[in-house]
């Protein structure tokens, strides 16, 4: 399911970032997704790099691998990204 002018997690994109701060990057993930970002101040100061094409949902578990985090994608009452340390 993909939200008016957003994309599914299925989506394919090319990233390459070197030590990135987390939530940067998570708020670009979310703007891709037309979704709202929910994310938790620990996870703040975190960094991760990318070096792939990969869908959104294979990039997201990459730099949750590296932060220590999980994610999920929430469509109800509104798309909603959330973000929260392991």
Do not use: H, Y
């Not at 390459?16 to 996870?43: C, H, P, W, Y």
């Not at 094409?53 to 109800?76: G, M, N, T, V, Y």
């Amino acid at each position: 399911m993909v939200a008016a002018g957003g994309r599914g997690l299925t989506t394919g994109v090319k990233l390459e970032i070197r030590d990135a701060d987390l939530t940067m990057l998570v708020r670009i993930f979310g703007q891709l997704l037309n979704a709202g970002i929910l994310g938790d101040k620990s996870l703040e100061g975190r960094t991760v790099s990318l070096d792939q094409a990969a869908p959104i949902s294979k990039q997201l578990d990459e730099i949750c691998r590296q932060a220590s985090c999980s994610w999920k994608l929430s469509e109800s009452p509104r798309r909603l990204l959330e973000v929260v340390p392991q």
